[in-house]
């Protein structure tokens, strides 16, 4: 089957170091990834889209990579604040009908 | 960007009974869409509502449970049917707006709802 997953239940990282989230897929290839910010009680909020021929894609202090060799999407966060702690969410998918992961809950201790 | 409101955000219901929540978004969309996570799970679709069509279900999903309407381009229902515990579950909308280069998916806050 066709799965997308997000290995790490739970990260834990001190302010200011850079925070490192993994998504793997396998048995296929999409044509992009994205990534998602859910806080508490709220509902994802969109954060990147990344395409299978773009290596890299920045947007402010995140930044997003796709190794279509390693079938994996890295998702990171520089300079982490505590506001940064939230889950965070890997897709896949049509806009729509989209396939999450499990989702890394993030936490970024001062 | 949309704005998506859902009511109620929480319910606790009875098992056997029925709930049905609804979600409004701030501008016209032609589709919009019904997700369930459920506690430690991932965001699963249920289904797809178009304006003026009947909704299209994802495998494991049906109309008897899960009956949806879509009255017009900015409002649309999820009824849960004769709900068990194991619907427990966050419920949430979302849409889909087209953006200058690309297209951007907008969620509700969800419904949190506990069955017992």
């Known amino acids: 089957s066709q799965k997308i997953e997000q290995n790490s239940e739970a990260l834990n990282i001190q302010e200011g170091k850079t925070a490192t989230l993994t998504c793997n897929y396998t048995?296929?290839?999409?044509?992009?990834l994205q990534w998602y910010r859910q806080d508490p009680g709220r509902g994802p909020v969109f954060l990147l889209l990344?395409?299978?021929?773009?290596k890299e894609k920045r947007k402010e202090r995140l930044k997003v990579t796709f190794d279509t060799t390693l079938k994996q999407s890295l998702f990171h966060i520089t300079a982490s604040q505590p506001a940064d702690s939230a889950t965070y969410l890997c897709?896949?998918?049509?806009?729509?009908?989209?396939?999450f992961g499990k989702g890394t809950k993030l936490s970024v201790k001062p | 960007s949309a704005v998506i409101s859902q009511k109620p955000s929480r319910d606790i219901c009875q098992r056997g009974t029925s709930l049905t929540i609804q979600c409004q978004v701030d501008?016209?969309?032609?589709?919009m869409f019904w997700y369930r996570q459920q506690p430690g799970q991932s965001l699963t679709l249920i289904a797809t509502?178009?304006?003026?069509?009947?909704?299209?279900?994802e495998s494991g999903f049906v109309i008897d449970k899960f009956p949806i309407s879509r009255p017009n381009l900015t409002f649309s229902t999820l009824t849960v049917s004769n709900m068990s515990p194991e619907d427990s579950s966050i419920y949430l909308c979302?849409?889909?707006?087209?953006?200058?280069?690309?297209?951007?998916?907008?969620f509700g806050p969800g419904t949190r709802l506990t069955v017992l």
């Open positions: 979302s849409v889909v707006l087209s953006g200058e280069r690309t297209d951007t998916q907008y």
């Open positions: 048995n296929y290839s999409p044509a992009y």
């Open positions: 990344i395409r299978e021929n773009e």
């Open positions: 897709a896949r998918g049509s806009q729509g009908n989209l396939i």
């Open positions: 501008s016209q969309v032609t589709m």
């Open positions: 509502a178009n304006q003026g069509s009947e909704a299209t279900y």
